[in-house]
């Protein structure tokens, strides 16, 4: 049975920094592309970051702000937020996916989120 668990939301100040984790189980992270989504209140989801075998992708509007890594010992994914904006603010989901399903597969996995807040 595949875990994946967030943590590390919080609330912060505009220009802070919150790292956050993505705990997995039943699943090698390293095997699969691991991707970090956010869902805004009244907004739909949309992508953040994403890591395949080598490469990571970021979206335009987080790019140079997020990165983020892989502990392949700790099975765990990790998303460091810096220079963090109000519009930051949603809440953020770990999923997973097969390298196999290619970028344009949907992801089956979900974790159940962790907030961000981002006051001015």
């Known amino acids: 049975q595949v875990q994946l668990v967030e943590s590390g939301g919080g609330l912060v100040q505009a220009g802070g920094s919150l790292r956050l984790s993505c705990a997995a189980s039943?699943?090698?992270?390293?095997?699969?592309?691991m991707a970090w989504f956010r869902q805004a209140p009244g907004k739909e989801r949309e992508f953040v970051a994403r890591v395949g075998r080598f490469v990571i992708t970021y979206a335009d509007s987080v790019k140079g702000r997020f990165t983020l890594s892989r502990d392949n010992a700790k099975n765990t994914v990790y998303l460091q937020m810096n220079s963090l904006k109000p519009e930051d603010t949603a809440i953020y989901y770990c999923?997973?996916?097969?390298?196999?399903?290619?970028?344009?597969?949907?992801?089956?996995?979900w974790g159940q989120g962790t907030q961000v807040t981002v006051s001015s």
């Open positions: 039943g699943l090698t992270v390293s095997s699969y592309t």
């Open positions: 999923a997973a996916k097969a390298i196999a399903a290619g970028t344009l597969g949907t992801y089956p996995y």
